[in-house]
Nanobody
Framework: QVQLVESGGGLVQAGGSLRLSCAAS????????MSWYRQRPGKLRELVAA???????DYADSVKGRFTISRDNAKNTVYLQMNSLKPEDTAVYYC???????????????WGRGTQVTVSS
């Protein structure tokens, strides 16, 4: 199995920055795409940013130019640098990884428990 643990959330004023991290551990064979999702109050969970194992990235329109996703394959870790934060970015941010592991055939998606980001106006 694969475990994901997010860190780096917190309270920040509008215009500020935060950097989220998500470390994967467990019986990992390979990690393919890694992504950040968020769930705002009263809303469905939505994709924020994604990155392939080769480094290709994709972003939601609402965060383009403000957020940057990156990963360290040696550390099985994905990051989300969030700049120019807005109150509407307030959400629980979740890490997702598509991975293969020992004892399980095929690729599965794994989720972290989430980290709260609150942006005050």
């Amino acid at each position: 199995q694969v475990q994901l643990v997010e860190s780096g959330g917190g309270l920040v004023q509008a215009g500020g920055s935060l950097r989220l991290s998500c470390a994967a551990s467990g019986s990992i064979l390979s990690i393919n795409a890694m992504s950040w999702y968020r769930q705002r109050p009263g809303k469905l969970r939505e994709l924020v940013a994604a990155i392939t194992s080769g480094g290709t990235t994709d972003y939601a329109d609402s965060v383009k130019g403000r957020f940057t996703i990156s990963r360290d394959n040696a550390k099985n870790t994905v990051y989300l640098q969030m700049n120019s934060l807005k109150p509407e970015d307030t959400a629980v941010y979740y890490c997702n990884a598509r991975a293969t592991s020992t004892g399980r055939i095929g690729e599965y998606g794994y989720w972290g428990r989430g980290t709260q980001v609150t942006v005050s106006s």
